[in-house]
């Protein structure tokens, strides 16, 4: 070093470097450097991180890019990076909470349990200090769904008024409505329904309606049919069936006699029926 008349020694790493200087490693390094002479002493030292830059960060949800789940059950996040050293990962569920996890790399699983109905953005950043890198999934939250049926009529004629199905749904739902998928199979080749949005409100059966679904139909064949219903979200489903009995009206009916008026104790008797409609009866 020119005009320096005295002794200076480097350290890296606390191993003094002689002809050289070594091959860095990944992580964190430090450089001292000591000089003295006659009169004076010194010494400063700076420190430096090598790292892996991050590439390619995943994150799943029990293995899946979106799930649906209910309450209270655990859920493991799987964070995956590709590259990367001395990484710090933090975790956003959606439900108001941030977990980190520090000086780790490679596959990380973690275990988080969502108390309430919703939809969330999971969502990871991994990060060090040269390198950042994010991904998210879709984690949806539902309430198993409970459900009746009841029908206006189990037995109909032809010309009546359409069959209504009226179905009650309760998914222990919260304040908030819900949207199901609440098709019916009417058993004649016609199937009605689709997604509907359930009110809010509970109610049972027995109560004044609040959570309901109606679909009706009218037959044009007599038979008997067997209505199916289905009710679903994305964590349940239900089947329901009732019997409908299509029959047609007794539009005529007589009964009579046949041969002579008065008979002889122990005579046979002829009696004849005409009706010209039945309804259809088990």
């Known amino acids: 070093m020119d005009g320096f008349d005295g002794e200076l020694t480097v350290t890296y790493d606390g191993t003094e470097c002689g002809g050289g200087w070594p091959v860095a490693g990944l992580g ?11 009169v004076s002493a010194v010494s400063v030292n700076e420190g430096y991180y090598v790292e892996e830059t991050i590439t390619v960060v995943t994150l799943t949800a029990n293995g899946k890019a979106g799930l649906y789940v209910t309450p ?145 139909h009218t037959y044009n064949a007599y038979g008997y049919y067997t209505v199916s219903v289905f009710v679903r979200n994305e964590v349940s489903n239900i089947t329901l069936t009732i019997l409908v009995k299509v029959g047609v009206d007794i539009e005529g009916h007589s009964i009579g006699i046949v041969g002579p008026e008065c008979l002889d104790p122990g005579s046979s008797v002829d009696v004849q029926f005409n009706i010209t409609g039945i309804f259809i009866v088990d």
């Not at 964070?79 to 990367?84: A, H, N, R, S, T």
């Open 72 to 216: 209270n059950v655990a859920v493991i996040f799987t964070v995956g990076i590709e590259k990367g050293s001395n990484v710090t990962i933090e975790l956003a569920t959606g439900e108001n909470n941030i977990t980190t996890y520090s000086d780790t790399s490679g596959t990380v699983d973690i275990s988080f349990t969502y108390t309430d109905k919703g939809s969330y953005t999971p969502t990871v950043t991994v990060f060090n200090n040269v390198s950042s890198g994010n991904a998210s999934c879709m984690v949806g939250v539902q309430w198993p769904i409970t459900s009746s049926m009841t029908l206006n009529a189990t037995n109909v004629t032809l010309d009546d008024s359409a069959v209504t199905v009226t179905v009650f749904v309760d998914a222990v739902d919260e304040p908030e409505p819900c949207d199901l998928n609440i098709t019916v199979d009417f058993d004649d080749g016609t199937v009605t329904g689709g997604v509907t949005q359930i009110a809010a409100e509970q109610t049972t059966p027995t109560a004044v309606p609040a959570k309901t679904h109606t679909e009706s």
């Open 28 to 38: 964190y390094h430090d450089v001292e450097m000591n000089a003295s002479n006659e």
